[in-house]
């Protein structure tokens, strides 16, 4: 118990150091810049100790739950693939390692807070025409698509930058043809969605790989997931703009060629 408490005293003094800039900052545009009293001190107050103590035991849950379940998973993944002893790494052996990936990468964003509050907000500006559910789904599958082909990268070893490359090569051609209100959003989607739920799983996830697998290196291999986290929603939010578009388009076309039909369907 005194080990979790020092712990937790340690982060709160960490994240007090680190939150403290912001504060002062608020607090000198408010006072001397905006030449404004502070309203509500108080209430302000409790929620700046309630902030200090919530990021501390959020860290402290990083450091004792999430950071270590990630790479105890990893390696017990990484066991079961490959047979006892067995120096060559057989991409095709690790299907149970995708498989994770996929899930965890869409299982987290799915729960990320921060993807939660732009879809509310998008769906509120759109006028309900960019669904909660349908964003986050395309955002989690993107985020799943990209940690699977990450976390297959990371087993056969090849060059980051070759993915990275040419997932930024179809974003600049999705952006040529994908409807111009979605881009920015779009954008957005990938910081958003590597919050803190996505983030210490599966930057666990890639470590232990890398530490598992003979001749991959933490440094130069078990890193570089959240950017294939960060990339591939950018593609399947703006390809799920496309594919509305062109149901539209379709509907449209449809209405026009045959305007009967619809009556007949009212």
Avoid at 82 to 101: C, E, K, L, N
Avoid at 144 to 152: D, K, M, R
Avoid at 204 to 220: C, Q, Y
Wanted: proline share 5%; hydrophobic share 55%; aromatic share 10%.
């Amino acid at each position: 118990m005194s080990g979790e408490l020092e712990s937790l005293l340690y982060a709160g003094f960490g994240t007090l150091r680190d939150v403290m800039p912001i504060a002062l900052i608020v607090v000198f545009f408010q006072l001397f810049v905006l030449r404004r009293p502070i309203a509500n001190f108080r209430r302000m107050l409790i929620g700046f100790v309630w902030v200090i103590l919530g990021l501390s035991m959020f860290l402290v849950g990083l450091e004792k739950g999430l950071f270590p379940l990630g790479r105890v998973m990893a390696g017990q993944l990484v066991d079961a693939s490959m047979a006892p002893g067995a120096d060559v790494v057989r991409w095709a052996d690790f299907g149970s390692v995708y498989a994770f990936a996929f899930c965890i990468g869409f299982a987290t964003t799915v729960a990320e807070p921060a993807l939660l509050a732009v879809a509310l907000k998008a769906e509120d500006v759109s006028g309900g025409a960019l669904g909660v559910w349908g964003l986050r789904v395309a955002v989690a599958l993107g985020v799943g698509v990209g940690i699977t082909l990450g976390t297959w990268r990371i087993v056969t070893g090849l060059p980051m930058h070759w993915f990275i490359i040419a997932g930024y090569l179809v974003v600049i051609v999705q952006t040529r043809f994908a409807p111009g209100r979605i881009i920015p959003l779009a954008y957005d989607s990938g910081g958003v969605t590597t919050s803190t739920v996505t983030v210490p799983l599966v930057a666990a996830l890639g470590l232990g790989l890398a530490e598992k697998l003979p001749g991959r290196s933490a440094l130069l291999d078990g890193f570089g997931l959240i950017a294939f986290a960060s990339l591939f929603p950018m593609v399947t939010v703006m390809g799920y703009a496309q594919l509305a578009a062109w149901k539209g388009k379709l509907a449209s076309r449809r209405l026009a060629a045959d305007p009967e039909e619809d009556q007949d369907a009212l």
